[in-house]
């Protein structure tokens, strides 16, 4: 069955400094894989996506992710965390036409 | 474009009552998925649909029905609430689901509280 899991329930880090959120997947076949970003009382927002080609994909608000097929994982990067950046963080699989989902990693930047 | 709408964003039901939660997209997207939020939980996928007519269930579809009779909505009826159906409940839709395709647009959500 394809799974994604997220083992941490929060991460901290000080503003400006670099940020991770991890994301290991289970499937079977090539993954298609994606992080979402949802702000407190809001609907989900899509960040981006790793379908096939560089391992290093880049996306929204100077987010990327690193796809590691030898490690399975696909962990959120940035550079440079804002406080604006404090949210919960969801990574997900395609399957079968939907998307399965992680249970979330809060992420808290601190002025 | 308004993209997918839900309606309401707040309800509060008894134990026994029924109530359908409303579901509109303007993006001529085919697929369309009903998803429910529970703290530490993540999301998890009630119904889902790949056009109009089309439907299937989804991890947890128990105590809920849908339909899709036009492809703009997406209607989630609750049969019998219960307090586990306390949660908040998000509709999405996409596209396509193949090839570069697959993320998924997201409403605002609705907070149901059965009570």
């Known amino acids: 069955a394809q799974s994604v899991a997220q083992p941490e329930d929060q991460v901290n880090v000080a503003e400006g400094n670099p940020l991770t959120v991890k994301c290991t997947y289970s499937?079977?076949?090539?993954?298609?894989l994606f992080w979402y970003v949802q702000y407190p009382n809001r609907g989900l927002q899509f960040l981006l996506k790793?379908?096939?080609?560089?391992?290093l994909v880049k996306g929204s608000y100077g987010f990327e992710a690193e796809f590691n097929k030898s490690q399975t994982s696909f962990h959120l990067k940035k550079p440079s965390a804002l406080v604006s950046d404090s949210a919960l963080y969801f990574c997900?699989?395609?399957?079968?036409?939907?998307?399965?989902f992680g249970k979330g990693t809060m992420l808290l930047v601190s002025p | 474009n308004a993209g997918v709408t839900q309606t309401p964003k707040f309800r509060i039901l008894k134990i026994g009552q029924s109530m359908t939660l409303q579901c509109t997209q303007d993006?001529?997207?085919?697929?369309m998925y009903w998803y429910r939020q529970d703290p530490g939980m993540g999301l998890k996928l009630i119904y889902y649909?790949?056009?109009?007519?089309?439907?299937d269930k989804g991890e947890v579809p128990n105590g809920y029905n849908v339909s899709r009779s036009t492809t703009e909505d997406f209607p989630l009826r609750l049969e019998l609430a219960a307090p586990s159906q306390t949660s908040v409940y998000f509709c999405?839709?996409?596209?396509?689901?193949?090839?570069?395709?697959?993320?998924?647009?997201f409403g605002e959500g609705s907070r149901l509280t059965v009570l």
């Open positions: 649909s790949v056009g109009a007519g089309i439907t």
């Open positions: 993006m001529n997207h085919n697929y």
């Open positions: 997900a699989v395609r399957r079968a036409g939907t998307l399965t």
């Open positions: 999405a839709s996409t596209k396509r689901t193949g090839g570069a395709g697959g993320e998924l647009f």
């Open positions: 499937v079977s076949g090539n993954p298609y």
């Open positions: 790793y379908i096939t080609g560089d391992n």
